[in-house]
């Protein structure tokens, strides 16, 4: 049986580039609670919503406007029993652009329905990509911080 991780697609009236530099511009779709770098390979960051939320990412793939990959090297959910249940996963944003349409793939591998955070995290994870990034790429303007 194949493992569902979570995904979303996202089709966007916008060129590869400037769908790629929004993605890496993290404070303006997740969240202004930003503490490193976010904008080439090896680059680490922490992310904090409060304290219901603080994971730290590092970059461990890019390839200019067409992929990125955050390895999810810490992380403290306190709204779980095993807040570190993002440890050792993976988030990515695959782009196939053409013209000035650009399609995203966004997954974050190890989110499964077979984890405690599953409901909870792929609804933050829709407010954020579906929602506040999907605004800042059509809108100029995203909605970061807590839902």
């Known amino acids: 049986m194949k493992i569902q991780d979570y995904t979303t697609t996202l089709t966007i009236d916008l060129p590869a580039k400037e769908v790629f530099d929004n993605i890496n511009n993290v404070t303006k779709w997740w969240t ?11 680059d680490e960051f922490t992310v904090r919503f409060g304290d219901i939320h603080v994971s730290t990412q590092k970059i461990v793939e890019i390839i200019p406007d067409k992929k990125v990959v955050w390895l999810v090297t810490g992380s403290n959910l306190n709204f779980i029993k095993d807040k570190g249940e993002w440890t050792n996963t993976k988030i990515s944003f695959e782009l196939a652009g053409e013209g000035n349409t650009t399609q995203l793939v966004f997954t974050h591998t190890g989110l499964t329905p077979e984890v405690e955070c599953y409901k909870n995290c792929t609804m933050g994870w829709d407010h954020f990509i579906k929602g506040s990034l999907f605004r800042l790429l059509t809108e100029g303007r995203g909605t970061p911080g807590l839902i």
């Open 32 to 42: 202004g609670d930003l503490e490193g770098y976010s904008h080439k390979q090896g």
